[in-house]
């Protein structure tokens, strides 16, 4: 199976700061169709998971423009611009690349 | 608006089973694969099993390949989980998530039914 390792895997942030993490495949994300399957999801506490962004930097919508994704082949970074009080969570990354799709351990983002 | 509501989670013996359920409304249920994701108290989320639309296709974690069946009834919008032979490490919530057609992901998640096997 494809591992994914996320960093750091806790983030203290500044509200109204930048924040990043990242994400790193075992093997790399790029499919036998040309596209790249990386997702990032968000599970603020007490919640269930929700989709921020697919293959690898489309945001979902209504999801805030503060969040950003980029990367490629092996390695991928989560962006948010300026933190706002409700990113706190965890955020996993996911690959749809290769059976079985497979998340990162999670980054968790307090304040 | 789309909605998936998981339901069947309990708390159940080692060795026992139990049968999940996943209702889902506003969008048509049989155009989508479905999966379940599980989630251990305070880990990581694991995709456990999915099934294509018509329900001809299923695959399955290793973790759980020969005790979980995965089903669904498109005729009653549910997906369901049937897990046989449980142990602790099947502790988990479990979620239901809606397969985004073409862009190998999930888009949208149930709120989870909790399983805890325990004796």
């Known amino acids: 199976d494809v591992v994914m390792t996320q960093s750091p895997l806790s983030l203290p942030v500044t509200l109204g700061q930048p924040a990043s993490m990242s994400c790193r495949s075992s093997q790399s994300l790029v499919h036998s169709d040309g596209n790249t399957y990386l997702n990032w999801f968000q599970q603020r506490p007490g919640q269930s998971p929700r989709r921020l962004i697919y293959k690898v930097s489309n945001r979902d919508s209504g999801v805030p423009d503060r969040f950003s994704g980029s990367g490629s082949g092996t390695d991928f970074t989560l962006k948010i611009s300026r933190v706002e009080a409700e990113d706190v969570g965890v955020y996993y990354c996911?690959?749809?690349?290769?059976?079985?799709?497979?998340f990162g351990q999670g980054t968790k983002v307090d304040i | 608006e789309v909605q998936l509501v998981e339901s069947g989670g309990d708390l159940v013996q080692p060795g026992g089973s139990l049968r999940l359920s996943c209702e889902v409304s506003?969008?048509?249920?049989?155009?989508?694969?479905m999966h379940w994701v599980r989630q251990a108290p305070g880990k990581g989320l694991v995709l456990v099993s999915r099934?294509?639309?018509?329900?001809?296709?299923?695959d399955y974690a290793d973790s759980v390949k020969g005790r979980f069946t995965i089903s669904r009834d498109n005729a009653k919008n549910t997906l369901y989980l049937q897990m046989n032979s449980l142990t602790a490490e099947d502790t988990a919530m479990y979620y239901c998530a809606r397969d985004h057609y073409g862009y190998n992901s999930v888009d949208c998640w149930g709120q989870g039914t909790l399983v805890t096997v325990s004796s």
């Open positions: 099934i294509k639309g018509d329900g001809s296709w299923t």
């Open positions: 996911m690959q749809g690349t290769h059976w079985p799709w497979t």
């Open positions: 506003g969008f048509t249920f049989s155009s989508h694969w």
